[in-house]
């Protein structure tokens, strides 16, 4: 695998497969760049720490890659429950 250029878009275009390819290429050749995508999605080191702990893993990109799908989705969810109606008027807007 070549180098992975991971930013959120792309993150969401990857099956969960190639994310977790994408991920154990970072673990291994470039961890910064990992935490940075972490931080820049929103997964906290202690939830990424728990889950570690708790799944008792020697294998951490498929939990990585879950804890970010979750935090996408989270998201995503968020944006739709507060996307304003576009047909509203610039009064109702405020």
């Not at 989705?73 to 576009?86: G, I, L, M, N, T």
């Amino acid at each position: 695998m070549s180098v992975p250029i991971l930013d959120i878009a792309a993150i969401e275009q990857l099956s969960k497969t190639q994310l977790i390819d994408a991920i154990n290429w970072l673990i291994i050749h470039d961890f910064e760049k990992l935490v940075f995508i972490l931080y820049r999605i929103d997964v906290s080191e202690a939830k990424i720490k728990t889950l570690l702990n708790k799944e008792n893993t020697n294998f951490a990109a498929p939990v990585i890659a879950d804890a970010i799908l979750e935090r996408l989705a989270e998201k995503k969810a968020s944006r739709e429950k507060y996307k304003q109606d576009p047909s509203a008027s610039e009064e109702e807007k405020w």
